[in-house]
């Protein structure tokens, strides 16, 4: 048996409210990279289905950036550290590690010979330093800031000039190397949010917090203009990005609209209005070869379109927080994966293409724990805001009619022929029919965990926290305890039937994995060990003759029901965080989704 990975759909940036979010570009015009936890995920500008995620980091990345040469990118994390490291090998191999800075790194810069990086941010006796990127030595230090630095920027040719805004609303010219500081800009009322000089090195920009844009001459920093008047946008400005030819830039602000402007001119070409709920304030923006990109606060990556300034030519949507469970359903024949994530969101994504969406209207207001697709066609989840929802595949959109509300936090959904759903929350058993509540069962005597509904929807399966797995028989709109019960080793933590019936599979904290046989009466089939850590998930394969299971160890095993000695492991398949969720798109094709926010396809051969 062997395994490769065939597919990542990476996770969208992670977004926080007023605080802009920098964007990346590669230097040959084909990637761009941005951040999300301890990862940098580096997407192909053509076909964001293709990703790349770098993980090394051992605390939450704030920025990372292309070398001019385009061959290193330095990422900057919020302990101060930066790491330079390999674009062009697989592996990303380290080059080197520098911690210049006490705080949260905040932007980087490199000089156009790719060997003087400026990094600012936040620290305790410095926000920021300029140094040699493969000695570590200074070459100049970075002064005249009473707050942190929020942006920098090197002229792309000689002689050399850096500017830098920050949150004393000022901003600082350099010039070196070795850098020097000349003289501070005081030209803003508020946060200097981002700088940056145009490609040409003509002229930089400054974007303020207190909506302007001003224009300064790149050699000697003296103002020359304002962009749009007294105010570019309405709200504050968090980034701006430069067309290739240095006549235009383009800028991302909180007022939800993303402006082109022509510098020269000083006015506005084209406003790209986003939307007008607060998750459509725009907080990074990046103009690279003929794409224009920006950031919402949703983390959803906007491609703008000059001709149609009201519609995105695409917008890549996706999870930002962590995912927590996964379901595959197939529509005329093309396989659709549906993951829900801690913030209560759900994305359909073709698993063939990478192509994503989710569900129009108002979803789930927390966590979604469970998710399975019913017979009908309709997802079926339970969230941590004590709710079970019914969502039609087909319509895409939200019912506010198909919504059961539970009296308590549901942990575990299953799904079966005859309009049935067994809800498994703390303290009872919800038996639904039709969407109705038709039987509950409290008063237990055991704290029930995860719940199973066989295919045929006649017998369901509670497992418990004490390890024992109760069978009860489903009569009409009941569920009929019939005193029938098989043993696990320890506290049950997911358990599925067979998707023709015939083997029931669970998972426990003493990390084992058993196989019973139902139709022999529940009959122990085999056990199953491996994991070093509690397993938390598990997913049978078509074939019906291999189950997966994952767990805090970050590893999966495919297992063989007849033979306990023939599987499949699946090392660090997230790096940093275990597997949440697994499921099958056929008897070959593995998925798996994790706290990362990520979604991975495997090859499996047996």
Known sequence: MSYELRQVFASLPQMERGVAKVIGGDPKGNNFLYTNGKCVIIRNIHNPAIADIY???????????????????????????????????KEHLLKYEYTPISGKVKDIAWTEDSKRIAVVGDGREKFGAVFLWDSGSSVGSISGHSKLIN???????????????????????????????????????????????SPDGSHFATASADGQILIFDGGNGERVSSLGGDKAHKGGIYAVSWSPDSSQLISASGDKTVKLWDVGAG?????????????????????????????????YINYLDKNNPDRPIRTIKGHSKSIQCVTIHRSDGRPYIYTGSHDGHINIWDAETGEN????????????????????????????????????????????????????????????????????????????????NVFTLDNLGYEPEVGALDPAGSTAAIGGA??????????????????????????????????????????DDKKVATVFCVTDGYSLKN????????????????????????????????????????????????????????????????????????????????
């Not at 330095?74 to 790491?83: F, M, P, W, Y």
């Open 55 to 89: 993980t090394e980091h051992a605390h939450s990345v704030s920025v990372a950036k292309y070398a001019p040469s385009g061959f290193y990118i330095a990422s900057g994390d919020v302990s101060g550290k930066i790491r330079i490291w390999d674009t062009t090998q």
């Open 151 to 197: 942006s920098v920027d090197i002229r792309q040719k000689r002689p050399y000039r850096m500017v830098t805004g920050a949150d004393d609303s000022s901003g600082s010219f350099f010039e070196g190397p070795p850098f020097k500081f000349k003289f501070s800009i005081r030209d803003h009322s508020q946060f200097v949010n981002c700088v940056r000089f």
């Open 267 to 299: 006015t506005a070409v084209t406003t790209f209005n986003m939307g007008n709920e607060v998750a459509d304030q725009q907080l990074g923006c990046l103009w690279q070869n003929d794409y224009l990109l920006s950031i919402s606060l949703t983390g």
């Open 357 to 436: 969406d989710c569900f129009s209207g108002k979803g789930h207001s927390n966590q979604v724990s469970k998710m399975v697709v019913n017979v009908a066609d309709e997802v079926v989840t339970c969230s941590m805001d004590d709710t079970a929802r019914y969502t039609s595949i087909n319509k895409k959109d939200y019912s506010a009619s198909d919504v059961v509300k539970m009296a308590s936090q549901p942990k575990s959904i299953s799904a079966a022929q005859g309009g049935l759903t067994l809800v498994v929350c703390i303290g009872q058993v919800v038996l639904l029919k039709n969407k109705q």
């Open 466 to 507: 004490d390890g024992t797995i109760r069978l009860y028989s489903v009569q009409g709109n009941t569920l009929k305890d019939e005193g029938k019960t098989i043993q696990a080793r320890g506290a049950i933590t997911d358990m599925a039937y067979s998707n023709n019936g015939a083997y029931l599979a669970v998972i």
């Open 527 to 606: 056990e199953f060990y491996g994991h070093h850590a509690k397993p938390v998930t598990l997913a049978w394969a078509p074939d019906n003759e291999h189950f997966a299971t994952g767990g805090m160890d970050m590893m999966v095993f495919i297992w063989t029901v007849d033979d306990a000695d023939k599987r499949l492991r699946l090392q660090d398949c997230h790096k940093l965080h275990h597997v949440s969720g697994l499921s099958w798109i056929d008897a070959n094709t593995l998925v798996t989704t994790s706290h990362d926010a990520s979604v991975k396809q495997w090859t499996i051969k047996y």
